[in-house]
């Protein structure tokens, strides 16, 4: 492209260093005003008793003092720990599951793995909403099931009755929604396990479950990992299920319905943005722990 | 299988198992047992909507529940589609997916084209920026955007919106589209180079004609993540006329009791919605897995 072919490479790499942070630019402008500029806006804001509107000022560290006794907030922390773990740890089993079932060749295979997208295309506030239809106590269809066909149960269950119940419903409905997109991950990890090395176990005497786990684990779990980062990391901000479901319950309150209420609801920008801090840092040890783990087991 | 296959295979019982055993027919059995119930789980709360849209009342509250419509009603979607409101929200969730979309994929393909294609320095740290970026939490400057909107006095009106979704649509625009660019042959690049094109000659003759499928997989990822999005919408738009759909959908539960709730009218509005979505994704469904599972599967 030069005129001259003896100006440098050395020439050409700085002018396509300057050419791609051009090109890297307007990115990092949206970045900076959506994303960077609220974030230290918010770090700064925790340390104020800002309330919209009203007067500010820097109160140090008295929000983080406040969260510390805040029953609301710990039940807030725990639930939003506690459906993390849930939905990961079933996500991560049953989309395995889903992933080696659509990886063996059936017929209508590819149909199978058509239909995997389909909860994923829907709204979420849309699954929340047909699956609180289907837990009605009265004329719900899994009390239809569980009471009058399969008598599971001698009476309706109030699935959203009790803490654990509604935890449990909840649960369902976002193992509905997403393990089909672990399952599409891992499925795209298992298509890069090379068939010859599973045969040769197979030839050497090894069973399916011993292949499995010497070799079709090991080997996924690149994409594992990352579909259980993903997941960690959507479940921990968990808002939309919870909130059609259950709106502004106090037992049922995520960490980001109570930053929600906090902020939208009672103008307390200072407290809220304590606790949207506490929230990143959760969500940063959860990303460090994922990292550290990787670095562990590839040593 | 024909009967020489059949002889050859028989008396000389080694250690390969004949292909049609009666162990192989169970495993097979078992097999597409697993795959009936792996689709009745992905598609039933699908049907039940469906089926609820199309029922008149008296059977959609009617227990025990009727698993087929014995009466077949096109009021829901006649209530539905005559709600101004409903047709707005749908209106409005267009315009911003619409826009989020365009412009993510317009500066995200720059931003992409720079991190897929160029070697410089500081690549891998704007690498982990996008990447945090991307995995960052939004309700933690959900108050900053609030105040950031107000002083702005863009605060309910959808422009809020646009702005504010690109903190998740860009950042996974330029996540996917730069797994797009890299698996593009380098050859075809350096072709356009020799032949007298500029570095944006080349992206927009050659990089953005080859990457049109990767960039429209991205564009249907990024409408579907748009069109869901709810914490945002809720909290940024206090004017019903600026509601979108997951807001709408959503009050017209809220707004009644839990024995009132006008399930067939929501269901209705529900299928609405989400048909188009889920035939657009099957239809794009080889092109939208590799996007999502970032460009590891073949499109």
């Known amino acids: ?299 | 299988m024909t009967d020489t296959l059949n002889r050859q295979a028989s008396p000389t019982t080694g250690p390969r198992r004949r292909r049609r055993s009666p162990a192989a027919r169970i495993r097979r059995l078992l097999l597409y047992l697993l795959v009936l119930m792996i689709a009745v789980f992905l598609l039933f709360p699908i049907y039940w909507a469906a089926k609820t849209a199309v029922s008149p009342d008296q059977e959609i509250y009617a227990t025990p529940a009727a698993y087929l419509p014995h009466q077949f009603t096109a009021q829901h979607f006649t209530n539905a589609l005559s709600d101004p409101r409903f047709l707005r929200s749908i209106v409005n969730s267009l315009i911003v997916g619409g826009c989020v979309t365009a412009i993510s994929v317009l500066l995200g393909a720059f931003a992409a084209y720079a991190l897929g294609r160029f070697e410089f320095r500081g690549r891998s740290l704007m690498r982990y920026v996008i990447l945090a970026m991307s995995i960052f939490p939004q309700i933690a400057i959900l108050g900053s955007l609030y105040k950031l909107l107000t002083a702005t006095h863009l605060y309910n009106t959808l422009p809020a919106l646009i702005g504010t979704y690109l903190i998740f649509i860009l950042p996974f625009t330029v996540w996917t589209l730069a797994s797009f660019f890299q698996q593009l042959p380098k050859e075809l690049e350096e072709a356009a180079y020799v032949d007298g094109a500029s570095a944006m000659q080349t992206f927009w003759r050659v990089m953005m004609p080859l990457a049109a499928p990767g960039i429209a997989a991205t564009a249907i990822l990024a409408v579907i993540a748009a069109w869901n999005e709810y914490l945002f919408a809720l909290s940024f738009e206090s004017d019903s006329s600026n509601w979108t759909v997951p807001v709408m959908i959503s009050n017209v539960g809220a707004q009644s009791s839990a024995y009132t709730i006008p399930w067939g009218d929501e269901m209705a509005a529900s299928l609405v919605v989400m048909v188009p979505v889920i035939a657009l994704v099957l239809l794009l469904q080889r092109r939208i897995v590799a996007g999502l599972t970032g460009g590891s599967v073949k499109g």
């Open chain 1, 1 to 299: 492209m030069s005129a001259q072919p003896s100006r440098s490479l050395a020439k050409l790499a700085t002018r396509q260093a300057r050419l791609a942070w051009l090109l890297m630019t307007p990115t990092m402008a949206v970045a900076a005003v959506v994303a960077l500029y609220p974030a230290v806006t918010t770090v700064y804001r925790s340390f104020t008793n800002d309330t919209f509107g009203g007067t500010s000022h820097w109160i140090g560290l008295d929000n983080y003092t406040t969260l510390l006794h805040d029953a609301a907030f710990r039940s807030a922390t725990w639930i939003t720990i506690e459906f993390t773990a849930l939905t990961v740890a079933v996500e991560a089993v049953l989309g395995m599951i889903l992933a080696l079932t659509l990886h063996t060749s059936f017929a209508g295979r590819g149909a199978m793995r058509a239909l995997l997208l389909v909860p994923f295309a829907i709204i979420n506030v849309i699954s929340a909403s047909i699956w609180k239809l289907m837990f009605n106590q009265s004329y719900g269809v899994f009390n239809d099931l569980l009471v009058g066909k399969l008598h599971l149960a001698s009476q309706p269950i109030d699935f959203f009755g009790t803490r654990t119940t509604a935890l449990l419903s909840v649960s369902a409905i976002d193992v509905w929604k997403t393990t089909p997109f672990v399952a599409l991950l891992l499925l795209a990890g298992l298509q890069t396990i090379p068939a010859d090395i599973l045969e040769a176990a197979q030839v050497d005497g090894a069973g399916p479950i011993r292949r499995f786990f010497s070799i079709t684990l090991p080997q996924l779990r690149p994409a594992l990992l990352v579909a259980l980062v993903f997941r960690t990391l959507d479940a921990l901000r968990v808002f939309d299920v919870f909130y059609v479901l259950f709106g502004a319950r106090a037992d049922t309150t995520t960490m980001s319905i109570y930053i929600e209420q906090n902020i939208v609801d009672f103008g307390k920008a200072g407290y809220g943005s304590a606790i949207s801090v506490v929230t990143m840092l959760l969500i940063a040890v959860f990303v460090a722990l994922y990292v550290g783990l990787n670095a562990r087991a590839n040593r």
